[in-house]
């Protein structure tokens, strides 16, 4: 197989399906949470798009890593959350609705923000072959994101009940498809995964770490409930690390396997963390008493 299919056909078309199946699940009343919780939308969406962000500049500069993993790190932070924040939120007792609401928004703010945080990183870390915002890179960028979600929202549409059936196996389907996509993309870049793997390890779980902590506390502090708090928890905390790849290996974007390196690092170590915290949460949930000082301040 050629060493380029896999980055530049199959992870697109995974991240594709991905998207596709997200799509298939959302409708435009999605976004009548914005109403109904319009502080907790926009301090979910100001702590994903900017203070992660920051959060994630200082640690490569306390870390000093080298140019392309910083970049590396700033695409993962530039990343939108995931379903997967969803399945978390859900099991933690947040606000679902929130979250979908949320990860509505966060796939089409992306492209345009993904580029701009990602542009000014490789003209500050490498300063040169930044992608800028050419509006080629762009629509491919639309064409990965967006675009699969709105062909879902419309299949949706047009045929819910069509849309409903195909929900379960399009997202098994994504799972499958990723496992063994990420498996051939890690396994061809295993060398430079192996050589930096020790040099951004401790980065990648500081950021999975303190981006769940500042999703649920900024809000808390603004007066946001415990429920909509965990839900911009785990949307903030939860980054779409196959994105990241996907932009990271694609000869037509960034084309640099290191720079993939601390998304491929991440999304091993975040589950852990993002599990114990939505176990947590739904043991005080049942219990009816907080079990951790989080949640006790979250009260």
């Known amino acids: 197989m050629n060493s380029s299919f896999v980055p530049t056909v199959l992870l697109p078309v995974a991240l594709g399906i991905v998207m596709l199946g997200l799509g298939l699940t959302l409708r435009p009343t999605d976004f009548t949470a914005v109403a109904r919780f319009p502080r907790a939308v926009f301090l979910a969406l100001f702590c994903q798009m900017v203070l992660v962000p920051a959060l994630c500049l200082g640690l490569v500069l306390a870390f000093d890593l080298a140019p392309e993993l910083a970049v590396g790190m700033m695409l993962l932070a530039a990343s939108p959350g995931g379903t997967t924040a969803n399945l978390f939120s859900h099991i933690a007792g947040g606000d679902v609705a929130l979250n979908i609401t949320l990860t509505a928004i966060n796939s089409v703010l992306s492209v345009v923000t993904l580029p701009i945080i990602v542009n000014l990183s490789l003209a500050g870390f490498i300063g040169d072959g930044a992608i800028g915002l050419d509006p080629s890179k762009v629509i491919q960028v639309f064409a990965v994101v967006l675009l699969p979600v709105a062909i879902g929202m419309y299949i949706r549409h047009r045929s819910p009940d069509f849309a409903a059936r195909m929900e379960r196996p399009v997202r098994i389907a994504s799972i499958v498809v990723l496992v063994v996509v990420i498996a051939g993309a890690v396994f061809q870049g295993r060398k430079d995964i192996v050589a930096h793997i020790g040099d951004v390890g401790l980065a ?26 965990i839900s911009s928890a785990f949307e903030v905390g939860i980054h779409n690390a196959v994105l990241a790849i996907t932009i990271a290996l694609s000869p037509a974007l960034l084309n640099d396997i290191t720079m993939a390196v601390p998304a491929a690092v991440y999304g091993t170590v975040m589950y852990l963390p993002a599990a114990l915290i939505a176990y947590l949460a739904s043991r005080r949930n049942l219990a009816g008493r907080p079990t951790t000082p989080v949640e006790q301040m979250a009260d």
């Open 204 to 229: 990648a779980v500081l950021l999975a770490l303190l981006s769940l902590a500042i999703g649920f506390f900024v809000p808390r502090m603004f007066g946001v409930g415990p429920r909509q708090a």
